[in-house]
């Protein structure tokens, strides 16, 4: 039996799972492809979509690298099911805005999630918490080969995929890794290290993927450039980058508990006063100070918390999981306060000692 | 047997005593005067100091008002015990800086001052908590006839006392009212509120007098002429307007407990939450968090916890005293992680149920 909506809202979400601790939190890649012989989905009429979509999706259930999917159909869910989606990062901001004709697919484990209609005819992803850009590209190239064969994609000798945006021509691919850099933030070198990644070609973004804040010195780290270099080059070099900057990392995290240890533990004992005593808490404050918490599992300030719990947190503290707890739409308010309650019940009986 | 400056420093202060609770924390009054025929300290030379600075301690040992005073000649003074006195108000910015000829004289109940040769040969003050300006006035008009009669003040016809600075020439008297207006500080009010007494003739300080800033929401507002109106015309117009100001305070805690009581709670929650978490606290995000939890013990909001012992932790949390608690210089880091730990101890065992 596929699996329904509500079960997917309460499982942890693939790219904050249990494994995604220490700095690289989780591994993703996507590729933007469309069908051959089809306008692109800005191009393509409603009915057009609607019958790309379903063809697509009949396609999808054949493949059995995809693990008895679920199927979403865009103009079937409400706006809560929307944010819920988007803050699992499942779909892109621009497909929460779409309605018939777009659909999302995702698999079994949440880890592969393939959004149908979006800018392009299939964007397909796949997430791994940790750093292992390689097995995701390996896990998402063989659910690209199987989908090829059965539905054949626009391509060109000269140019590779083609893509509704020049930006993802040539491979289709963007490779990203989310990062918690939060000992870079305290040392005051995290703005360097992001600027050096710009000039290596590299996107920096934030949480929730393009034009989002950084809240909770989580950054996600990103290609580029889809052309001129091969989909195991991109991996490969990214990979290097992001060691690199996870090494930056580990030595400003070493160098803030040798010779700042107090600065360090005020930072997370202010985090876990404030997580456990307020009474009013939105979602980027809440995801800030989760930070501060996490920082301190990783450092072993914090032992009676789990990064798995705190992942979990971050995910339900969300306006959409929020809502989809509490039963029923909730105003700014309102959220703000169930927030808090939430965080507070959550976080009070772990204790702590600092 | 006289008060030793030991005992000075572990009592409480007297701005800042048990029954300092409300809007209006204390009431003070104080007078300019200078000797007839005698050059103002700034013209006199140090040994001219010495002697005036004597015979005036000699005429005060004589006064009954004055109940066993405490003499402390300046130089002989550290650096830390400069810094109690001025936590305390007792002396001001200008005569901390003072050597030689210069003094300060206490009554032994620490609500009655005398700076001696500071930019006056006679800066007499008294303070009382709560408003009673009125009482204030009259006890350091009773000190200030006695004085009189002893040694001699310089007074024209014309002009009234003679000052050093003609902004105290006149009446020589500033009285002021050290304020607690958090309420109108949360509903963005206090900033207009204060413009207005500024319209009023009035002049707006912080905590610790001239050129200090305004930590935790507390304001000395007091007179700025001492020209044209009589010592009572200015105490009675300056009560009346601080009346009216703590109406104004009163008004915007009801309409916040009635209106937006979750944010009052957060605030007020998130002040004891750090304050019992912390392990680093400067001395003015001390006194601001501390506010707080004063805003919360007068709104019935924490309970187990007296405004005394909040007056305690403000004064005792400050730099010299902090030292003197101490029994040692501390460089600044030092004394944010000192007070931390005073502070936390101090209030963990008050427990917080809001």
Not at 317 to 326: K, N
Request: hydrophobic fraction near 45%.
């Amino acid at each position: 039996m596929p699996m329904m909506i509500d079960e997917l809202v309460k499982a942890p979400a693939a790219w904050m799972s249990r494994r995604g601790a220490g700095v690289v939190i989780s591994s993703r890649v996507r590729l933007a492809r469309n069908l051959k012989d089809a306008a692109f989905p800005g191009w393509a009429g409603e009915d057009e979509c609607v019958r790309l979509c379903g063809n697509l999706k009949q396609a999808m259930a054949r493949l059995e690298s995809l693990q008895h999917p679920l199927f979403l159909d865009m103009d079937k869910l409400g706006d809560t099911d929307r944010a819920v989606l988007r803050e699992r990062n499942l779909i892109s901001a621009e497909l929460a805005e779409k309605g018939r004709g777009s659909a999302l697919v995702v698999a079994g484990d949440q880890h592969v999630a393939v959004m149908v209609n979006e800018e392009d005819h299939i964007r397909l992803q796949a997430v791994r918490p940790g750093l292992h850009l390689r097995s995701v590209w390996n896990r998402v190239n063989a659910i690209d080969t199987e989908l090829e064969e059965q539905v054949g994609f626009a391509f060109s000798r000269e140019l590779g995929y083609l893509t509704a945006c020049p930006s993802n021509v040539g491979t289709g691919l963007r490779a990203s890794v989310m990062m918690h850099l939060s000992g870079l933030k305290l040392t005051g070198e995290v703005d360097a290290v992001l600027n050096g990644l710009g000039k290596l070609g590299l996107a920096v973004r934030g949480l929730f993927g393009e034009g989002t804040e950084a809240y909770g010195n989580m950054f996600q780290i990103s290609n580029q450039s889809t052309l001129g270099e091969s989909e195991t080059e991109i991996i490969a070099r990214l990979t290097a980058i992001v060691k690199e900057v996870a090494q930056h990392e580990e030595n400003a995290r070493a160098r803030l508990m040798e010779s700042r240890q107090t600065y360090v533990l005020d930072q997370v004992a202010r985090a876990y006063a404030v997580l456990t005593h307020a009474h009013v808490l939105n979602s980027g404050e809440a995801i800030d100070l989760l930070s501060g918490l996490r920082l301190g599992v990783e450092l072993g300030i914090v032992k009676q918390l789990s990064i798995a719990a705190i992942n979990e947190t971050v995910l339900f503290t969300q306006p959409g999981h929020l809502q989809r707890l509490a039963g029923k739409t909730l105003s700014p308010d309102e959220r703000d306060m169930y927030r808090a309650e939430l965080v507070k019940s959550r976080l009070q009986q772990v204790g702590f000692q600092a």
